[in-house]
């Protein structure tokens, strides 16, 4: 049995960090070159004015730059060449990208379609139209209403002639005297997505066609607001809309160590 005493505490380091300055020309001038040939992202990752080994910073702009794990491309026409199946995305689009089941928002009106006491949602609710809600086209017909069960929680009913000018908040009170034709208005948002793309959502590619509108599909992960579509399980996209994520094979230290 070994003796707790016989053991020493090793210190196990990795190497130290490059430093940011203090390389002469000569072995910025190699970096570069030796870059230019092992980094199919050079042009990227190294713009033309930080190509001149007397350039002030330009030690410090290479550690920065190589030291990172991942390579973030957000140049459409850098995407164009270099993404390929399997590459790692981010969802990079101005806004998010959805499409709502139903939406309701506090203060919209509606009509009481129907009242079933034996439902857990006793109140079927034709919505008034709202600009949020696009306008559903089935054959020749336009539907800009949605007509939706509700528990009659947050729900207010709202006064609907001479004899009852007060508007009734309380649920029970409500589902009392609830008819079909009667107006009410909701107190908070309910808001169902058939599909939600947030920004930031990270996704694999499985597909690039470069000479599609949309050129990349992909499956974006669950989580984090992300709602998949309706059918299928990948989303079209542009170059414009992403951000390509690209792992960073360069070893700068390694480099450094051949010249």
Not at 38 to 47: A, Q, S, T
Not at 95 to 109: D, I, L, N, R, T
Not at 120 to 149: A, M, N, R, Y
Request: glycine share 6%; hydrophobic share 35%; net charge negative.
């Amino acid at each position: 049995m070994i003796n707790p005493t016989d053991l020493q505490l090793v210190s196990v380091q990795g190497d130290p960090p490059l430093p940011l300055k203090g390389w002469p020309e000569s072995t910025l001038e190699n970096v570069l070159s030796a870059l230019q040939k092992e980094d199919e992202l050079f042009d990227h990752n190294v713009p033309e004015e930080m190509r001149n080994p007397s350039q002030k910073d330009l030690q410090e702009f290479l550690v920065k730059t190589y030291q990172q794990r991942n390579f973030t491309i957000t140049d459409p026409a850098t995407m164009k060449k270099q993404i390929k199946p399997f590459d790692w995305v981010q969802y990079n689009a101005k806004e998010p990208h959805f499409e709502y089941a139903s939406f309701v928002k506090p203060g919209m009106q509606g009509e009481i379609n129907h009242v079933n006491s034996d439902s857990d949602s006793p109140l079927s609710i034709i919505w008034d139209p709202c600009e949020e809600f696009e306008k559903e086209v089935i054959g020749l017909l336009t539907h800009p209403t949605q007509i939706l069960p509700h528990t009659g929680e947050d729900l207010s009913l709202l006064p609907h002639s001479i004899f009852r000018r007060r508007t009734i908040t309380d649920k029970n009170e409500l589902l009392a005297i609830a008819k079909a034709g009667m107006r009410v208005e909701s107190r908070s948002e309910q808001i169902k997505y058939h599909f939600h793309l947030p920004i930031g959502a990270t996704g694999i590619i499985t597909e690039h066609t470069h000479y599609l509108e949309s050129p990349v599909k992909i499956i974006f992960g669950r989580g984090g607001g992300y709602v998949g579509p309706r059918s299928g399980y990948d989303f079209d996209c542009k170059y414009e809309e992403l951000k390509l994520i690209k792992e960073n094979p360069i070893n700068l230290r390694e480099i450094l160590r051949k010249i």
